[in-house]
């Protein structure tokens, strides 16, 4: 079974400052891991994603993260926030050897991002 | 477009009583699900249907019931309504197809049982 430790679970930021958010991952087997963001009172949706290649990974509104095997991480950053990344944020894990259909996915318990003005 | 719509969203229950949450997507999705997110639990799959007439149980099912009618509705059943049910829920959607790991999302529905 796979399971997602998302290692801080509020993290407060100056606006302009550079964030980090952690994720690590457990899996005996290859995965696909994601990053959602949930702003207040929506629905999450998709940042970005690893599913093979480049172990940097960019994605919307100015995030990236690294896949790190060896180390079994997909750590989050954005060089400089803004008032309007205030969000929450879930790591999600899935095993890519699952059918297409019925593939789940595992989310983490979430870190919120606060950016202070 | 609509994307995945849930309704209601609020709602207060008394311990026992019954209701439905709804959740429709305009969008043909083979797949869907619901999710329920506590405060420092992160999301937890409650059951998830990979087409009509197919549904099947995830994490946290027990004290739901699902069923999947139409491509386009799944609705979430509470039969007996327990204060550990108080929690914010999201209908979520895909293609069968798409591999890719991209769930689309409801707005929530948050329920409180008293």
């Known amino acids: 079974a796979q399971s997602v430790t998302q290692l801080d679970s509020q993290v407060p930021v100056f606006e302009e400052a550079p964030v980090e958010l952690r994720c690590n991952y457990s899996s005996s087997v290859s995965v696909y891991l994601f990053w959602y963001v949930q702003y207040p009172n929506q629905g999450l949706q998709l940042l970005l994603k690893?599913?093979?290649?480049?172990?940097l990974v960019k994605g919307i509104n100015g995030f990236e993260a690294e896949f790190n095997k060896s180390q079994t991480s997909f750590h989050l950053r954005k060089p400089s926030v803004h008032i309007s990344d205030t969000a929450e944020y879930f790591c999600?894990?899935?095993?890519?050897?699952?059918?297409?259909?019925?593939?789940?996915?595992?989310f983490g318990k979430g870190t919120k991002l606060s950016v202070i003005p | 477009n609509a994307g995945v719509t849930q309704t209601p969203k609020f709602q207060v229950l008394k311990t026992g009583q019954s209701m439905t949450l709804q959740c429709a997507q305009d969008?043909?999705?083979?797949?869907m699900s619901w999710y329920r997110q506590d405060p420092g639990m992160g999301l937890r799959l409650i059951h998830y249907?990979?087409?009509?007439?197919?549904?099947d149980q995830g994490e946290v099912p027990n004290g739901y019931n699902v069923s999947r009618s139409t491509t386009e509705d799944f609705p979430l059943r509470l039969l007996s309504a327990a204060p550990s049910q108080t929690s914010v829920y999201f209908c979520a959607s895909r293609p069968s197809s798409l591999n890719t790991g991209e769930l689309f999302f409801g707005e929530g529905s948050r329920l409180t049982v008293l």
């Open positions: 249907s990979v087409g009509a007439g197919i549904t």
């Open positions: 999600a894990v899935r095993n890519p050897y699952s059918g297409a259909g019925s593939y789940q996915l595992t």
């Open positions: 969008m043909n999705h083979e797949y």
């Open positions: 690893y599913l093979s290649g480049s172990t």
